[in-house]
């Protein structure tokens, strides 16, 4: 993030944002394992890999008869294999030193490329066709994978309302906030990543959960919740804690009043907020006035 952030205000602000299309399942074995071959000289371990990528998927049939049929994966690295995410970042490091080569734009047209996993951006001042070409011909051609054009685009930051989203962030230039003729990068959780955010913690405090005691609720949500917020503490996180913030607490005095036959209140004088504080609940656009009881 830090990454992308100082090269559009070096001014590298017109954006290829590419999305591959089911990366993990496309990545040839022949091409991965050349790769491997250029960086690990022990044929045992390379015997060891080349088994687990080709090891037979058996599929039952249907219908009368039952059986079942096999067949071995040319393309693909597992799901959800441990060695899976480590190999398929491995194969795009070769698209890294290509566009850092000689010939690539890094060195041709001074564009910044970012990575993580089968995640990347090119950042560039004017981003020409021949960058675009490059990296288009390079990974659907040597590297046999496929660009889903639907998705992939090219955004240009200087331009009013433009914005990128990469790994769960939104980079977008906003009006100054105290009013000033100029504008600032701002950075926050984007509203998929907050929708989703949304969508587990109502998974969390739904009708299922009334069986589990109030402080093991409260424990669990803190720990997401931190969690949550340690990874989106980049940028200006500050207004979707706010909003994430009054989220949880209203979900959690649902959960309270639906766990009860009785309506459940909170005791006498004591507004929502400070009983759900008093709870432990940690608030996170506040984290000084967290609860400590069960965080």
């Given at each position: 993030?830090e990454?992308?952030r100082?090269?559009v205000?070096a001014?590298?602000q017109a954006?290829y944002?590419?999305d591959l299309k089911g990366?993990f399942?496309?990545?040839?074995?022949?091409?991965?394992l050349a790769?491997?071959?250029?960086r690990?000289?022990?044929?045992?371990?390379l015997?060891l890999?080349?088994m687990?990528l080709?090891?037979?998927?058996?599929e039952?049939?249907e219908?009368?008869g039952?059986g079942?049929?096999?067949s071995?994966p040319?393309?693909g690295?597992?799901q959800?294999?441990?060695?899976?995410p480590?190999?398929?970042?491995l194969y795009l490091?070769?698209?890294d030193?290509?566009?850092h080569?000689?010939q690539?734009?890094?060195r041709t047209?001074?564009?910044k490329?970012?990575?993580y996993?089968?995640?990347?951006?090119?950042?560039?001042k004017q981003?020409g066709t021949?960058t675009?070409e490059?990296?288009e011909?390079?990974?659907?051609?040597?590297?046999?994978l496929?660009?889903?054009?639907?998705k992939?685009?090219?955004?240009d930051l200087?331009?009013?309302?433009?914005?990128?989203?990469f790994l769960?962030y939104?980079f977008r230039?906003d009006?100054?906030r105290?009013?000033r003729?100029?504008?600032y990068?701002?950075?926050?959780?984007?509203?998929?990543a907050v929708?989703r955010?949304?969508d587990?913690?109502?998974?969390?405090t739904n009708?299922?959960q009334c069986f589990k005691?109030i402080p093991t609720l409260?424990?669990?949500?803190?720990?997401?919740?931190k969690g949550?917020a340690?990874?989106?503490?980049f940028?200006y996180?500050?207004?979707?804690y706010?909003?994430i913030?009054?989220?949880?607490r209203?979900r959690?005095?649902?959960?309270?009043?639906r766990?009860?036959?009785?309506?459940y209140?909170?005791?006498p004088?004591?507004?929502w907020?400070?009983?759900?504080?008093?709870l432990?609940?940690?608030?996170?656009?506040?984290?000084?006035?967290?609860?400590?009881a069960?965080?």
């Amino acid at each position: 993030m830090e990454e992308i952030r100082g090269h559009v205000l070096a001014g590298y602000q017109a954006v290829y944002d590419a999305d591959l299309k089911g990366y993990f399942d496309s990545i040839p074995h022949s091409q991965l394992l050349a790769c491997l071959r250029a960086r690990v000289v022990d044929r045992t371990v390379l015997q060891l890999i080349r088994m687990w990528l080709e090891a037979p998927v058996v599929e039952r049939k249907e219908g009368q008869g039952g059986g079942s049929r096999w067949s071995r994966p040319k393309k693909g690295t597992p799901q959800g294999g441990v060695a899976s995410p480590l190999l398929a970042n491995l194969y795009l490091h070769w698209f890294d030193a290509l566009f850092h080569g000689r010939q690539g734009p890094a060195r041709t047209a001074d564009v910044k490329l970012v990575r993580y996993a089968d995640d990347f951006v090119a950042l560039a001042k004017q981003m020409g066709t021949e960058t675009i070409e490059f990296i288009e011909s390079r990974v659907e051609g040597k590297f046999q994978l496929e660009i889903n054009r639907e998705k992939t685009r090219v955004v240009d930051l200087r331009e009013p309302g433009a914005s990128l989203d990469f790994l769960g962030y939104t980079f977008r230039y906003d009006r100054d906030r105290k009013g000033r003729d100029k504008s600032y990068l701002n950075v926050f959780p984007s509203k998929k990543a907050v929708q989703r955010e949304r969508d587990q913690l109502r998974e969390m405090t739904n009708s299922h959960q009334c069986f589990k005691p109030i402080p093991t609720l409260i424990g669990e949500l803190n720990r997401h919740l931190k969690g949550w917020a340690n990874y989106f503490s980049f940028g200006y996180p500050t207004g979707v804690y706010w909003e994430i913030d009054w989220f949880v607490r209203s979900r959690l005095i649902q959960h309270l009043q639906r766990r009860s036959q009785r309506p459940y209140h909170p005791p006498p004088g004591e507004a929502w907020y400070t009983h759900l504080k008093r709870l432990g609940l940690v608030c996170l656009a506040r984290p000084s006035e967290s609860g400590t009881a069960h965080a």
